[in-house]
């Protein structure tokens, strides 16, 4: 038994169609049975089946119902004829009384022959088109194919889609030329700000007399043109327009080639909106998808526990910014000392990870067995390594030392990085001359110069990475090496003792305190050394 | 940041205004990378209007060193204001740029004829 229903979309034209399978699922989504150009109409919205000689209606869960007659449904519902169906902003008449000979009042169309036939073929050829339209995955595939719909069934010379950018401007994102045609896309100025800024479609008959194509911004080519353009927009904006174009003596647009773009760029608005919803969400979820993994490849690469012992006491602490990674801390207990490095990989995600991961290699493989008169020799192999296949030109900075705890020598090199803070078993803050190398990365053959200090019993040593130094307030402003200063004071307290963990808790607490509702711009290292002699 | 570029006597001078960092860096890049596609590499880099430069941006001024030594072409960086020049110093970069006094010198040392 087939049952007959005419669709009323919200902003496209009216359609009808005769139904007969068993059950017709009625939705957005392209694989529907009868597909609603509605952006308030769920993706599969309700369905139609048939059941003892009769038709039914049952609602899908739909975000926002299914009302009959008015009246929201709760469970699968006999149907009479006459009877109007409620999704969203569509209504579907179910066996309507048959309509009025001329159901749309005549508008003046200087095309003859606009007959009911001729307007029925296309809401059936716009339908096609919103089927087609799904068919599409990414966006430039989808302009082409709205492009050619419009080139099918309004057959212009030209035509062109223009995009609403990130900056606001309208550019074109694909065009189509009958072949033959002029190569420039027509199109003004004046036209762009009276479709896409307010919205509304236009129709020129006749270019050459029309003021909006006056004056010196249009682009003129050969031949008397008309030109037909609409907006691309739905519920939410504009997204950008179509307009197509031809010479009147090939092509003269009417009023129902307008309204039937009008449509046509409606369901195209609708497809657009969602494609670039899509692909920005891929982007974003690839993204976030690195992030994560870079996040858990940095953490997994850190110590879990840090000895303290009767000659040192470490302290440590890294807070991961959410998008720039790559520091990373360490340390090699050897039977004479300690081996320590601090590290900042320039570079974010899962590149800076793998760099990050293969510097921890190379200083725990390079350092084992050493002395700490190697660490020149130490270095530069671990820059030869990381200097291997850098086209990213990924660069590393570092404290890279050596801590004898019977002597109490400290073998120190800054590779491009921050100088380190020293506080003696007196408190004194000072900042000792350690030779600068050049960050590990940039140069195969660079040498490397290291500085030996004596530190008594009760110093401590404080590394740390630029998010402390460039941590930033609400307002932009950098904490800077006063602050840091500052607040290693401090955590050194009056009179007392200098602890690892007090240093890195007073530095840590300060920089957060600082930069409290300001995002984190990057990691921030803090490890602290305690020589207890 | 924004992005100021002139030509003069056959040198592009980039001045960058604002911060160089891991959000703005990238522009920076892809602007440098499409002057190498154009054929362009005598490029001076004026920092006279950047506030601050991340690692990010330090990494823009190595691929922008390594791709002009490639092409034989010159580069000089000018108007380096203390916050932007101890970044460079810290990383141990120096010795890596032609560092001009101004931006006239800094035309002529990249070869402005």
């Given at each position: 038994?087939?049952?007959?229903?005419?669709?009323?979309?919200?902003?496209?034209?009216?359609?009808?169609?005769?139904?007969?399978?068993?059950?017709?699922?009625?939705?957005?989504?392209?694989?529907?049975?009868?597909?609603?150009?509605?952006?308030?109409?769920?993706?599969?919205?309700?369905?139609?089946?048939?059941?003892?000689?009769?038709?039914?209606?049952?609602?899908?869960?739909?975000?926002?119902?299914?009302?009959?007659?008015?009246?929201?449904?709760?469970?699968?519902?006999?149907?009479?004829?006459?009877?109007?169906?409620?999704?969203?902003g569509?209504?579907?008449?179910?066996?309507?009384?048959?309509?009025?000979?001329?159901?749309?009042?005549?508008?003046?169309d200087p095309?003859?022959?606009?007959?009911?036939?001729?307007?029925?073929?296309?809401?059936?050829?716009?339908?096609?088109?919103?089927?087609?339209?799904?068919?599409?995955?990414?966006?430039?595939?989808?302009?082409?194919?709205?492009?050619?719909?419009?080139?099918?069934?309004?057959?212009?010379?030209?035509?062109?889609?223009?995009?609403?950018?990130?900056a606001?401007?309208?550019t074109?994102?694909?065009?189509?030329?009958?072949?033959?045609?002029?190569?420039?896309?027509?199109?003004s100025?004046?036209?762009?700000?009276?479709?896409?800024?307010?919205?509304?479609?236009?129709?020129?008959?006749?270019?050459a007399?029309?003021?909006?194509?006056?004056?010196?911004?249009?682009?003129m080519?050969?031949?008397?043109?008309?030109?037909?353009?609409?907006?691309?927009?739905?519920?939410?904006?504009?997204?950008?327009m179509?307009?197509?174009?031809?010479?009147?003596?090939?092509?003269?647009?009417?009023?129902?080639?307008?309204?039937l773009?009008?449509?046509?760029?409606?369901?195209?608005?609708?497809?657009?909106?969602?494609?670039?919803?899509?692909?920005?969400?891929?982007?974003?979820?690839?993204?976030?998808?690195?992030?994560?993994l870079?996040?858990?490849m940095?953490?997994?690469?850190?110590?879990?526990?840090?000895?303290?012992?009767?000659?040192?006491?470490?302290?440590?602490?890294?807070?991961?910014?959410?998008?720039v990674?790559?520091?990373?801390?360490?340390?090699?207990?050897?039977?004479?000392?300690?081996?320590?490095?601090?590290?900042?990989?320039?570079g974010?995600?899962?590149?800076?990870?793998?760099?990050?991961?293969?510097?921890?290699?190379?200083?725990?493989?390079?350092?084992?067995?050493?002395?700490?008169?190697?660490?020149?020799?130490?270095?530069?192999?671990?820059?030869?390594?990381?200097?291997?296949?850098?086209?990213?030109?990924?660069?590393?900075?570092?404290?890279?030392?050596?801590?004898?705890?019977?002597?109490?020598?400290l073998?120190?090199?800054?590779?491009?990085?921050?100088?380190?803070?020293?506080?003696?078993?007196?408190?004194?803050?000072?900042?000792?001359?350690?030779?600068?190398?050049?960050?590990?990365?940039?140069?195969?053959?660079a040498g490397?110069?290291?500085?030996?200090?004596?530190?008594?019993?009760?110093?401590?040593?404080?590394?740390?990475?630029?998010?402390?130094?460039?941590?930033?307030?609400?307002?932009?402003?950098?904490?800077?090496?006063?602050?840091?200063?500052?607040?290693?004071?401090?955590?050194?307290?009056?009179?007392?003792?200098?602890?690892?963990?007090?240093?890195?808790s007073?530095v840590?607490?300060?920089?957060?305190?600082?930069?409290?509702?300001?995002?984190?711009?990057?990691?921030?290292?803090?490890f602290?050394?305690?020589?207890?002699? | 940041?924004?992005?100021?570029?002139?030509?003069?006597?056959?040198?592009?001078?980039?001045?960058?205004?604002?911060?160089?960092?891991?959000?703005?860096?990238?522009?920076?890049?892809?602007?440098?990378?499409?002057?190498?596609?154009?054929?362009?590499?005598?490029?001076?880099?004026?920092?006279?209007?950047?506030?601050?430069?991340?690692?990010?941006?330090?990494?823009?001024?190595?691929?922008?060193?390594?791709?002009?030594?490639?092409?034989?072409g010159?580069l000089?960086?000018?108007?380096?204001?203390?916050?932007?020049?101890?970044?460079?110093?810290?990383?141990?970069?120096?010795?890596?740029?032609?560092i001009?006094?101004?931006?006239?010198?800094?035309?002529?040392r990249?070869?402005?004829?």
């Open positions: 038994m087939t049952c007959h229903v005419r669709v009323e979309p919200p902003v496209a034209p009216a359609f009808e169609r005769d139904l007969d399978a068993a059950e017709i699922v009625m939705g957005r989504v392209s694989s529907a049975g009868l597909v609603l150009p509605d952006v308030s109409v769920s993706r599969q919205h309700a369905r139609l089946f048939q059941r003892d000689g009769g038709w039914w209606v049952e609602d899908l869960g739909a975000t926002n119902g299914t009302e009959l007659n008015g009246v929201k449904i709760s469970g699968p519902t006999k149907l009479s004829a006459g009877d109007r169906l409620r999704m969203g569509t209504v579907v008449q179910f066996d309507p009384p048959p309509p009025e000979p001329e159901w749309r009042p005549p508008t003046p095309m003859p022959a606009a007959s009911t036939d001729r307007q029925a073929a296309r809401l059936q050829t716009l339908n096609d088109i919103h089927r087609a339209l799904a068919t599409a995955i990414s966006l430039p595939d989808l302009l082409d194919l709205i492009l050619e719909r419009c080139f099918r069934v309004l057959a212009p010379e030209e035509g062109v889609i223009l995009l609403k950018d990130a606001g401007n309208m074109p994102a694909a065009s189509r030329q009958k072949p033959g045609a002029s190569s420039a896309v027509f199109i100025r004046r036209l762009v700000e009276e479709v896409a800024g307010k919205g509304e479609p236009a129709l020129v008959l006749d270019a007399l029309d003021e909006r194509f006056s004056g010196s911004e249009s682009i080519t050969a031949g008397v043109r008309s030109v037909a353009a609409a907006p691309l927009a739905d519920a939410e904006g504009t997204l950008g179509i307009a197509l174009s031809s010479r009147v003596s090939v092509r003269q647009f009417s009023e129902a080639d307008l309204d773009l009008v449509s046509l760029a409606s369901a195209a608005a609708l497809r657009v909106r969602n494609v670039a919803l899509a692909e920005e969400a891929a982007e974003r979820r690839v993204l976030e998808r690195e992030l994560a870079a996040h858990d940095q953490m997994a690469m850190l110590p879990r526990a840090m000895p303290d012992r009767r000659e040192v006491s470490l302290a440590a602490r890294l807070t991961p910014a959410r998008s990674g790559g520091d990373l801390y360490d340390f090699v207990l050897a039977p004479d000392g300690l081996w320590f490095i601090v590290a900042d990989v320039s974010k995600g899962v590149g800076a990870a793998l760099h990050m991961a293969v510097a921890k290699t190379l200083f725990r493989a390079t350092v084992n067995g050493a002395a700490p008169r190697d660490l020149p020799r130490v270095l530069a192999r671990i820059n030869q390594e990381l200097c291997r296949d850098n086209e990213q030109m990924i660069f590393t900075t570092a404290i890279i030392g050596h801590l004898d705890w019977t002597t109490g020598t073998t120190l090199a800054d590779i491009g990085h921050l100088p380190v803070v020293l506080v003696d078993s007196q408190g004194r803050i000072t900042t000792p001359e350690v030779p600068k190398n050049i960050a590990f990365g940039v140069i195969e053959d490397f110069d290291v500085a030996t200090i004596a530190l008594a019993g009760g110093s401590v040593i404080l590394l740390y990475t630029d998010g402390a130094t460039d941590a930033r307030d609400t307002r932009g402003t950098l904490f800077g090496a006063e602050r840091l200063a500052g607040a290693i004071a401090a955590g050194v307290g009056q009179g007392d003792r200098a602890t690892a963990e007090a240093m890195v007073a840590a607490a300060a920089v957060e305190a600082f930069s409290a509702g300001a995002p984190p711009e990057d990691d921030l290292t803090l602290a050394i305690e020589y207890r002699g | 940041m924004t992005l100021t570029e002139l030509r003069h006597l056959g040198v592009v001078v980039i001045s960058p205004s604002g911060r160089i960092d891991s959000t703005t860096s990238s522009v920076l890049d892809a602007h440098l990378v499409r002057l190498a596609q154009s054929g362009d590499d005598r490029i001076v880099i004026d920092f006279a209007e950047v506030d601050y430069i991340s690692s990010a941006g330090l990494r823009v001024m190595l691929t922008l060193a390594k791709r002009v030594r490639g092409s034989a010159a000089a960086l000018c108007g380096l204001e203390d916050a932007v020049r101890q970044v460079f110093e810290l990383a141990g970069f120096m010795p890596l740029f032609t001009a006094a101004s931006r006239e010198d800094a035309i002529q990249a070869g402005g004829a």
